[in-house]
C-alpha cells in the first residue's frame, strides 16, 4: 500500500493496487452483497438494509463492534455497539468514481455533520488502482481513528477479492 498526502494536510489519499479487474472492484463497492462482504473495519461487521446508487441516493447499513479492542473504545466513549450508518452518493460514475458524504452523528458531545470519501477506480490491464480521498473528522484523535478504519476496509477488500479466487 502507498498512502500518499495531497498537498492540503487535512486531506488523506490512499492508493492500492489490486489483482482483480475494475468491474469487479466496481461490483465490490456498488452492491449490497459486494458491501457486506469487506466494508467494516477491523473489528466490526455490517450489513446493508439499502443501496440506491445514484447522485442523491443513500447507502444505509448497521455497523456492529465485534472485536474486544472497538467494544471497549465504544463503551469507554458511552457509544452503543450497533449503529446505523448513512451515506449519500454525490458523484457515481461507473466503473470509475465513487463520491459520498457520510453523516457524522454518533459523536458524544458533538453536532452531527458530514464527510466527504471519493474512490477513484481505473483499470491497469488485469489490475485495478484505488485511490480513496478522505476529508478530516472534527479533531485528530477521531480523524487518525477513522483513517486507520479506511485502511483497514482496503485489506478487507484485498481479502474479499482473494477469497473470490481471482
Known amino acids: 500500500m502507498t498512502t500518499e498526502p495531497?498537498?492540503?494536510p487535512d486531506i488523506a489519499r490512499?492508493?492500492?493496487?489490486?489483482?482483480?479487474?475494475?468491474?469487479?472492484i466496481w461490483e465490490?463497492?456498488?452492491?449490497?452483497?459486494?458491501?457486506d462482504e469487506w466494508f467494516a473495519?477491523?473489528?466490526f461487521t455490517s450489513r446493508v438494509s439499502e443501496?440506491?446508487?445514484?447522485?442523491?441516493?443513500?447507502?444505509?447499513?448497521t455497523m456492529?463492534?465485534?472485536?474486544?479492542?472497538?467494544?471497549a473504545f465504544l463503551r469507554n466513549a458511552g457509544m452503543p455497539l450497533s449503529s446505523e450508518v448513512c451515506k449519500t452518493f454525490s458523484e457515481v460514475a461507473a466503473p470509475t468514481r465513487l463520491a459520498y458524504r457520510s453523516l457524522i452523528d454518533f459523536v458524544p458531545g458533538h453536532e452531527p455533520?458530514?464527510?466527504l470519501t471519493t474512490i477513484d477506480i481505473e483499470s491497469a490491464g488485469d489490475r485495478t488502482?484505488?485511490?480513496m480521498t478522505l476529508e478530516p473528522l472534527h479533531d485528530e484523535t477521531w480523524t487518525r481513528q477513522h483513517r486507520a478504519h479506511r485502511v483497514d476496509e482496503l485489506d478487507n477488500l484485498d481479502a474479499a477479492i482473494r477469497r473470490r479466487g481471482v
Do not use: I
Open 129 to 131: 488502482n484505488v485511490v
Open 64 to 71: 456492529t463492534a465485534t472485536a474486544p479492542e472497538q467494544v
Open 113 to 115: 455533520y458530514e464527510h
Open 28 to 35: 465490490l463497492w456498488t452492491t449490497a452483497a459486494g458491501l
Open 41 to 43: 473495519p477491523d473489528g
Open 6 to 8: 495531497t498537498p492540503s
Open 14 to 24: 490512499f492508493e492500492r493496487t489490486y489483482d482483480a479487474p475494475a468491474q469487479l
Open 51 to 61: 443501496l440506491a446508487l445514484r447522485p442523491g441516493g443513500q447507502l444505509r447499513y
